[in-house]
């Protein structure tokens, strides 16, 4: 965000082209620390694909507007409408990340209740409870693709 406002308000050359390696170094940043925020705040695995694709789809998807807001939509040489599009997004992106820090703390601290809920006695039941209801998900597909396949193999010669 400060870089985009040293380019908009300044007419100095050399700082506006200062402005662009602080403005590329942040972008180049977020993206990395945005997929490590995302695979160490969301479980499961299957969420955690998902998030990481839509995160990494999101910023690519800021590449093409980008290319866009500079490349024909924006007046050189001052860029205005591109520099302030960024500026607002960049905006938007801070308050979500201060949004979603608080929603993951509120998160824990509820985990962290659950957690002292449970007597001490039941916790080792809970993750072996969890080990088993995975290995009878695991036998109930694979019965059921035995008995779909058997049926489909005896049809075929009956």
């Known amino acids: 965000m ?11 050359t050399k700082i506006r082209y200062a402005s662009l390696f602080f403005s590329v170094s942040g972008i180049y940043l977020s ?9 160490n705040n969301v479980t499961p695995h299957l969420r955690r694909a998902t998030a990481l694709a839509f995160g990494l789809a999101m910023s690519n998807i800021g590449g093409i507007l980008a290319t866009w807001l500079f490349g024909g939509l924006s007046t050189p040489p001052h860029y205005r409408t591109g520099t302030l599009v960024l500026m607002i997004f960049g905006v938007v992106d801070f308050f ?3 949004f979603c820090m608080m929603y993951f703390s509120m998160k824990n601290r509820q985990k962290d209740r659950v957690r002292r809920s449970i007597p001490e006695d039941e916790k080792g039941w809970i993750g072996f409870f969890r ?5 009878v998900r695991l036998l109930a597909v694979c019965s059921g693709f035995y ?7 005896n049809s075929q010669w009956n």
Do not use: D, K, M, R
């Open 2 to 12: 400060c870089a985009h406002s040293w380019h908009s308000g300044s007419t100095n």
């Open 31 to 39: 993206a990395t620390t945005a997929c490590t925020w995302l695979a």
């Open 96 to 98: 979500g990340a201060i």
């Open 131 to 135: 080990i088993y209801v995975v290995i």
């Open 147 to 153: 008995i779909y396949f058997t049926q489909s193999f």
